[in-house]
T-cell receptor
Framework: ETGVTQTPRHLVMGMTNKKSLKCEQH?????MYWYKQSAKKPLELMFV???????ENNSVPSRFSPECPNSSHLFLHLHTLQPEDSALYLC???????????????FGNGTRLTVT | TQLLEQSPQFLSIQEGENLTVYCNSS?????LQWYRQEPGEGPVLLVT?????EVKKLKRLTFQFGDARKDSSLHITAAQTGDTGLYLC???????????FGKGTMLLVSP
């Protein structure tokens, strides 16, 4: 399998649940990202990992907890979410944090999360 | 304040028409990228423009980077239903490493 794979594709959870989103990349990239996509808003960068170390955390609430066990896998652990957290969560990967022209982001197809 | 402003937000046209969408900023970018996101999928890179004034063509799509590297446009000739999707521009302002995205232009091409 090639590219960036995200599971599950759809997730409905209550505010008291704990769940995890999974992302796997088969491109040999060394940087991985979590983005949040809400209606009528630009893509919001949540977390960036480079060489398995977190290099950016954009003031994301602590109810979102990322984990990067190796350069191919990225998780987003969710607990006590709020209804406003309902959105499409996109995982992406790139080489060298995209600093080199020609090293763009490769996105997965996202997890559509609904918090009830 | 949005760093990258895209216009129009929504565009609905008939097959065969031409269209242009815009990505504007007051900041200078070392490069800009255009992505297309189809329903139910993640964004896919279309092109990266690097040099001020640069024009790149991808079949019926023409991308231009402004001379001052603050804006970009995407022109589609003879649109097809397969062009339907959300067009996103993204760039890293000079001195920053991570990309920032515009809100996108949602294009609907009807038969």
């Amino acid at each position: 399998e090639t590219g960036v794979t995200q599971t599950p594709r759809h997730l409905v959870m209550g505010m008291t649940n704990k769940k995890s989103l999974k992302c796997e990349q088969h491109l040999g990239h060394n940087a991985m990202y979590w983005y949040k996509q809400s209606a009528k808003k630009p893509l919001e960068l949540m977390f960036v990992y480079s060489l398995e170390e977190r290099v950016e955390n954009n003031s994301v609430p602590s109810r979102f907890s990322p984990e990067c066990p190796n350069s191919s896998h990225l998780f987003l652990h969710l607990h006590t979410l709020q209804p406003e957290d309902s959105a499409l969560y996109l995982c992406a990967s790139s080489q060298n944090l995209g600093r080199v022209v020609g090293s763009p982001l490769h996105f997965g197809n996202g997890t559509r999360l609904t918090v009830t | 304040t949005q760093l990258l402003e895209q216009s129009p937000q929504f565009l609905s046209i008939q097959e065969g028409e031409n269209l242009t969408v815009y990505c504007n900023s007051s900041s200078v970018f070392s490069s800009l990228q255009w992505y297309r996101q189809e329903p139910g999928e993640g964004p896919v890179l279309l092109v990266t423009v690097v040099t001020g004034g640069e024009v790149k063509k991808l079949k019926r799509l023409t991308f231009q980077f402004g001379d001052a590297r603050k804006d970009s446009s995407l022109h589609i000739t003879a649109a097809q239903t397969g062009d339907t999707g959300l067009y996103l521009c993204a760039g890293a302002p000079s001195g920053y490493s991570t990309l920032t995205f515009g809100k996108g232009t949602m294009l609907l091409v009807s038969p």
